[in-house]
């Protein structure tokens, strides 16, 4: 089975704070991707990478930076948080142009 | 924007009545399709992928295709109150990497 990890189920930080949101999947996947979802808003695409050191903006990624150093693992960074960024955060693996498997989310809250 | 068109719903079923959600595409060179159930506060688990036209069936689920009217179904035979969830479709991109999600439809079967 695919197995994509985040690294928190829920975090609270203040407004200001230089967060990490650090992901990992064990199957040697191309492409990887940040979400964030919001309600009646839907999976919105923050940034997404398709190789080691390569990322492309997605949708939002005003507030955000992200890092892919390794292939399995892709980090999103938001440089400084604010409460509009409270949200749930989703990262997801995929092998090509296809399916995408999902971690477990990450709940952030900004204070 | 492609964009990716689903009721919201909520939509009520009784139990093993069969459920049904669509799903409309403005893409036409997409290619691929999912179907995503999302619990409450869970991540979104991949139920059915589809690639040509007509029906693919996996156990209680079956899912449509009609690329000429750019239309996707999921049915779900015999609802049970554990199907009651938030079902995602997804559609990949002509170009691109990351998949074009809907906002969802809320399914809530009734016992």
């Known amino acids: 089975d695919v197995k994509v990890t985040q690294s928190s189920r829920y975090l609270v930080k203040r407004t200001g704070e230089k967060v990490f949101l650090e992901c990992v999947q064990d199957m040697d996947h191309e492409n990887m991707f940040w979400y964030r979802q919001d309600p009646g808003l839907g999976l919105r695409l923050i940034y997404f990478s398709y190789d080691v050191k390569m990322k492309e903006k997605g949708d939002i990624p005003e507030g955000y930076s992200v890092s892919r150093e390794k292939k399995e693992r892709f980090s999103l960074i938001l440089e400084s948080a604010s409460t509009n960024q409270t949200s749930m955060y989703l990262c997801?693996?995929?092998?090509?142009?296809?399916?995408?498997?999902f971690g477990q989310g990450t709940r952030l809250t900004v204070v | 924007q492609k964009e990716v068109e689903q009721n919201s719903g909520p939509l009520s079923v009784p139990e093993g009545a069969i459920a049904s959600l669509n799903c409309t595409y403005s893409?036409?060179?997409?290619?691929?399709f999912f179907w995503y159930r999302q619990y409450s506060g869970k991540s979104p688990e991949l139920i059915m992928s589809i690639y040509s036209n007509g029906d693919k069936e996996d156990g209680r689920f079956t899912a449509q295709l009609n690329k000429a009217s750019q239309y996707v179904s999921l049915l779900i035979r015999d609802s049970q109150p554990s199907d009651s969830a938030t079902y995602l479709c997804?559609?990949?991109?002509?170009?691109?990497?990351?998949?074009?999600f809907g906002k969802g439809t809320s399914l809530l079967v009734t016992p």
């Open positions: 893409d036409r060179g997409s290619q691929s």
């Open positions: 997801a693996s995929s092998p090509g142009r296809g399916e995408a498997f």
């Open positions: 997804a559609v990949t991109p002509d170009s691109g990497y990351a998949l074009n």
